[in-house]
C-alpha cells in the first residue's frame, strides 16, 4: 500500500515545501528545466540568472531553449493531483511516450506510473507539433497535398503528414477515433443480429419479444450506429458526390443510408406500405440489422488499414533511435563536456570510446580503431579507422578511442539520408482498396441509375398505388447493392491469409503487399544475412610442408585468442567446433590493418595478410594460385608464418545458406529475375552469384545505391521485391513494390518492410509468393460474389421479371440476397487454411 501522503486534498498554488530551509543543503535537487536531467551545480555546466534565481543546465542547447521562452520551463502541473511543481527543484520527475512529467510528491509519482493513462483523460500526452511548413497527403489519393491538416477533397479520409514524424507523436487519433467507433458499433450489431436473424437459424427472440417491441429495440440498437458510429463514412461518401469520384464510401453511404431510412420509416409509419410488401405477422420487414452490420465490418477493415499505416513511422523512429542522443565535445581548454547532438556544429572536435556510437558523420583526426558500419555496408566486417578516415553517425566503434571532427550536421548526415528515403518511399504507397475504388466508380452511378430508373418506371406504367411501389422497387435496388459483402471480401481473405502465413514463417505487415508480392517480376536479395549467414566462419586450413592441419590451426586460434577482429573470432570458433586445444600467448602484438604476432609454445608465430607479409619478407608466391582460387570464391585468406617461415594459410568466409541454392531454383520457376545487391567487393559478390545462378550482380552498393536501384527498375516497368535484413535496406525494403526483411535481422529493417521471414530463411519467400497469388485469387473471387450477386440482384429489384411473370422482389428479399452473398464470401476466404504452400 502506498504509504507516501496523498495530496489530491491540498489547495497549495505552489509546491515548495519539499527545498524549504528544514533541509540540509546536501539533500536539495537541481534540475534542468528543459529535460528534467539532475545537474550538479558545481561541474561546470552552464547557468542562468533568472528573476533572481539561478537555473542549472545540462548543456548549452537546454539553455538557450529556456532563455527563449523562460516561462514555458519554470513550472509544470502534476498529472495526478493538479498542483504546480517547479521544475528545476522537483525532486520526482518522469518519461511517459516521449512527454516528461513533474510530481510533488513520490505517492503522485507511483500513482501516475502505476496507470498513466488513467491521469491523462485517455488521450495520452499531447502530439509533438509537427516541423512548421510541414505538408499533408492523402494515403488513398496521394496527389491530393495540402498546406494543413484535413480530410481528403476525393475521398474524405484524414491526410497525414510528410515528411519525417515527431519521434514521440503519439497514437493516429484517426486510429483511436475509428477503434472507438468499432467497439460500439460491434457491440450493438451482436443483438441487432440475434432479434433480426435468430428465427432463421431456430432462435424465435421475435417471437418472445413481439414484432412491434422487436422492431423498436432494433430502432434504439441502429441509430447510435448509423448517427454517430458512421459519421466518417458518409463524410468521405458526401466528399466523393461532391467531388463526382464515386468510391467505395459512396456505395457504403447509399447503402446504409437507404436501409436505415427505409427501416425508420417502415416502423413509424408501416401503414403506408401496401399489402405485399407484408412479411411475418403482417409487419413491414426491416433492415435495421443491414446496415449496423456493414458499418461495423467497414470499420474492421479501416482499423486494420490504419494500423498497419501507424507501424510504418515506428520504421523511422527505429532509425532515429540508431543515433546516440548525446556526444563528447573537447573544448579549447582541454577541457570535454557531454552535449546533446542536437547542439554539435560543424567543427567540433569529439570524442568517441570504445562501444560507444559515433555521434555525426565526420573524420578521425587523432586515435585508430575498427568501427561496425555494417548499418550502412551490411558487411559483418568491422573497418579500419585512422587519421582522416571517414566516419558515419550511427555506426559503433569497437575497440580503440577516437577523436573526430564534425562535417555534416542535421539534415545533411547519412542517417538522416536514410530516415528521409525512407519517409518518402513509404509515403508512395497506396492502399489495396484503389482495386474496389476504380470498380466502384462504374458500379455506384450504375445502381443509382437503375434506382432511378425503376422508380420513374413504376411511377408511370406501375400497378396502383404506384408511387408505393415505385419507393419501394428503388430501396431494393439499393438494399440489394449494398456493399455487405464487400466490406468482408478483401479483411477476410486477409485476415485467414495472415493467420495461415504466421504458421509458415511469413509475418504479413499489411494486406497491401500480399497484392503487390503476387505481380512481383522481379526480387533483389541483399547478400550478407539474407543468402549468406552474416557471419563469417573458418571454411580452409592448409598445411605447408610437414605440419599438420590441427597444428597449424591450433597456433593460429591460439594467437588469434587475444585479438577481437571477426576474423579472428571465425578461427578461434572453428578452433573449438574441431576440439583443438589452444595454447597461452606471450609478447601478443597487434598490427593493425595487417594482423598479429605472438609467442606460442616457444614459437614465434605471424598471422596476416598479404601486407604483413611483405612488411616481414615472407614470399607466397608458392601458395599463389591456391590463394586466388580461394578468393575468386569469396574467401578471405590469412597467412600462418611459424618462426619467419611460410607454415600455411587459413581461409574465412560468411557461408552461404544450406536452403538457398534450392529457394533461387524455385524463385527461378516461378519466374522472378533475381538481381543481388550488395555493399560487399566486387569478387566476393560475383563468387557466390556464380554458385546460385543468380541473373544479375551490383556490389559495392550504399543504401542510395539500393534504393536507386529499385527506383531504376521500377522506371523500366518491373515490379520489384527487395528482401534485407540490416539497417542499410531498409530504404530500398520501403521504397520497393513490396519489401521482405529477414526475422534475424534489424528492427529496423522489419518495420520498414511488408513482409518478415521469421527464420530468415529464402524458402519462406518461396511460400509467402505463393500465399499472395492465392490470397489474391481469393479476393478477386470474393470481389465478384459481391458484386455479382449484386449486379444480378439489381434488374430483379428493380421489377424486371414483373411484367412476365408478376413478380416482385421485395426489399425483405433483397436482404436476404445481400446475406447470401456475405455467405459465399466468408466461405470462400476459408479455403485458404486448406492451400497447400
Not at 436501409?259 to 412479411?279: Q, W
Not at 573449438?576 to 609478447?587: L, R
Request: one cysteine or more; a negative charge; charged letters at 20%.
Amino acid at each position: 500500500m502506498d504509504s507516501s501522503p496523498d495530496h489530491s486534498h491540498h489547495n497549495h498554488t505552489n509546491c515548495n515545501h519539499h527545498h524549504n530551509d528544514d533541509h540540509p543543503a546536501t539533500d536539495a535537487v537541481v534540475r534542468d528545466p528543459v529535460c528534467g536531467m539532475t545537474v550538479d551545480p558545481a561541474a561546470g555546466k552552464p547557468s542562468l540568472q533568472y528573476d533572481g534565481q539561478t537555473y542549472h543546465f545540462c548543456s548549452d542547447g537546454c539553455r538557450r531553449k529556456f532563455e527563449a521562452m523562460p516561462q514555458d520551463y519554470l513550472t509544470a502541473k502534476d498529472p495526478v493531483c493538479g498542483m504546480t511543481v517547479e521544475r528545476a527543484s522537483a525532486r520526482h520527475f518522469a518519461k511517459h511516450s516521449g512527454e516528461k512529467f513533474y510530481f510533488c510528491s513520490a505517492g503522485c509519482k507511483a500513482k501516475f506510473e502505476a496507470n498513466p493513462a488513467a491521469y491523462l483523460d485517455g488521450i495520452g500526452p499531447a502530439s509533438k507539433p509537427v516541423p512548421k511548413g510541414t505538408l499533408y497527403t492523402c494515403p488513398m489519393h496521394p496527389e491530393v497535398i495540402s498546406d494543413h491538416p484535413g480530410d481528403c477533397p476525393k475521398c474524405g479520409m484524414a491526410l497525414e503528414p510528410m515528411g519525417v514524424p515527431p519521434a514521440d507523436e503519439g497514437p493516429n487519433p484517426e486510429l483511436v477515433d475509428f477503434t472507438r467507433r468499432l467497439w460500439v458499433s460491434s457491440l450493438l450489431s451482436v443483438p441487432l443480429l440475434a432479434i433480426s436473424m435468430g428465427p432463421m437459424v431456430g432462435l424465435p427472440l421475435r417471437d418472445w419479444i413481439g414484432e412491434p417491441e422487436a422492431t423498436w429495440i432494433e430502432l434504439a440498437l441502429a441509430t447510435p450506429v448509423v448517427l454517430w458510429a458512421a459519421l466518417p463514412f458518409f463524410r468521405r461518401a458526401w466528399a466523393s458526390l461532391v467531388n463526382r469520384s464515386p468510391n467505395m464510401w459512396t456505395l457504403i453511404g447509399l447503402g446504409v443510408g437507404t436501409a436505415y431510412l427505409y427501416s425508420v420509416v417502415a416502423a413509424i409509419a408501416p401503414n403506408i406500405f401496401p399489402h405485399t410488401f407484408r412479411g411475418h405477422g403482417d409487419a413491414v420487414p426491416v433492415y435495421f440489422e443491414a446496415a449496423a452490420v456493414i458499418v461495423a465490418l467497414v470499420f474492421v477493415g479501416q482499423v486494420l488499414e490504419l494500423k498497419a499505416r501507424e507501424k510504418t513511422g515506428s520504421a523511422i523512429r527505429a532509425l532515429l533511435d540508431l543515433a546516440p542522443k548525446t556526444a563528447r565535445r573537447l573544448n579549447a581548454d582541454g577541457s570535454e563536456v557531454d552535449i546533446a547532438v542536437d547542439d554539435i556544429q560543424v567543427g567540433d572536435h569529439l570524442r568517441v570510446r570504445p562501444g560507444e556510437r559515433i555521434p555525426i558523420d565526420g573524420a578521425v583526426v587523432d586515435g585508430q580503431s575498427t568501427v561496425d558500419e555494417s548499418m550502412i555496408t551490411g558487411e559483418p566486417i568491422p573497418v579500419e579507422k585512422h587519421k582522416r578516415d571517414a566516419v558515419t553517425g550511427g555506426t559503433i566503434n569497437k575497440n580503440g578511442s577516437l577523436v573526430m571532427i564534425a562535417e555534416k550536421i542535421g539534415a545533411d548526415t547519412t542517417l538522416a539520408r536514410i530516415v528521409d528515403l525512407v519517409a518518402k518511399a513509404q509515403r508512395s504507397r497506396a492502399p489495396i482498396q484503389g482495386a474496389v475504388d476504380r470498380v466502384s466508380a462504374i458500379f455506384v452511378p450504375a445502381v443509382v441509375a437503375a434506382a432511378v430508373i425503376a422508380f420513374i418506371a413504376w411511377t408511370v406504367v406501375g400497378p396502383e398505388p404506384r408511387m408505393a411501389h415505385a419507393l419501394l422497387a428503388a430501396v431494393a435496388v439499393l438494399i440489394i447493392a449494398c456493399p455487405c459483402a464487400l466490406g468482408l471480401a478483401t479483411p477476410m481473405s486477409i485476415m485467414i491469409a495472415t493467420g495461415r502465413g504466421a504458421h509458415e514463417g511469413v509475418l504479413i505487415k499489411d494486406a497491401e503487399a500480399l497484392e503487390r508480392f503476387a505481380r512481383v517480376d522481379t526480387l533483389i536479395v541483399d547478400k550478407t544475412g539474407t543468402l549468406t549467414e552474416g557471419k563469417p566462419r573458418l571454411t580452409d586450413v592448409v598445411a605447408l610442408g610437414s605440419i599438420e592441419d590441427t597444428r597449424l590451426l591450433k597456433l593460429a586460434a591460439s594467437l588469434e585468442r587475444g585479438s577481437e577482429h571477426p576474423l579472428a573470432e571465425a578461427i578461434v570458433s572453428g578452433a573449438q567446433e574441431g576440439g583443438v586445444d589452444m595454447s597461452d600467448v606471450s609478447d601478443f602484438e597487434s598490427r593493425t590493418g595487417k594482423g598479429v604476432v605472438g609467442n606460442v609454445d616457444n614459437a614465434t608465430v605471424a598471422l596476416g595478410n598479404a601486407a604483413m607479409m611483405e612488411d616481414l619478407g615472407i614470399d607466397v608466391v608458392i601458395v599463389a594460385e591456391q590463394v586466388r582460387s580461394l578468393r575468386d570464391g569469396g574467401k578471405t585468406v590469412m597467412f600462418v608464418v611459424i618462426d619467419n617461415e611460410l607454415a600455411g594459410f587459413v581461409a574465412v568466409a560468411d557461408r552461404i545458406k544450406q536452403t538457398t541454392a534450392a529457394a533461387i531454383k524455385a524463385l527461378h520457376e516461378q519466374g522472378l529475375k533475381i538481381i543481388m545487391a550488395t555493399g560487399d567487393n566486387e569478387r566476393t559478390a560475383r563468387a557466390v552469384a556464380k554458385s546460385l545462378g543468380i541473373d544479375e550482380v551490383r556490389a559495392d552498393i550504399l543504401p542510395e545505391g539500393k534504393k536507386d536501384l529499385v527506383d531504376e527498375l521500377r522506371a523500366n516497368g518491373a515490379t520489384v521485391a527487395m528482401a534485407g535484413d540490416g539497417v542499410n535496406d531498409a530504404p530500398a525494403l520501403a521504397a520497393a513494390d513490396v519489401g521482405i526483411a529477414m526475422g534475424t535481422g534489424a528492427d529496423v529493417a522489419m518495420e520498414s518492410a511488408g513482409l518478415t521471414l521469421v527464420k530468415g530463411d529464402l524458402n519462406g519467400i518461396v511460400r509467402a509468393r505463393r500465399l499472395a497469388t492465392e490470397t489474391m485469387r481469393n479476393i478477386r473471387q470474393n470481389l465478384g460474389f459481391a458484386f455479382g450477386y449484386n449486379a444480378l440482384g439489381v434488374p430483379l429489384a428493380a421489377g424486371v421479371l414483373y411484367p412476365v411473370f408478376g413478380l416482385l422482389l421485395s426489399p425483405m428479399i433483397a436482404a436476404a440476397a445481400m446475406s447470401l452473398s456475405s455467405v459465399s464470401v466468408i466461405s470462400n476466404a476459408l479455403r485458404l487454411r486448406l492451400i497447400k504452400l
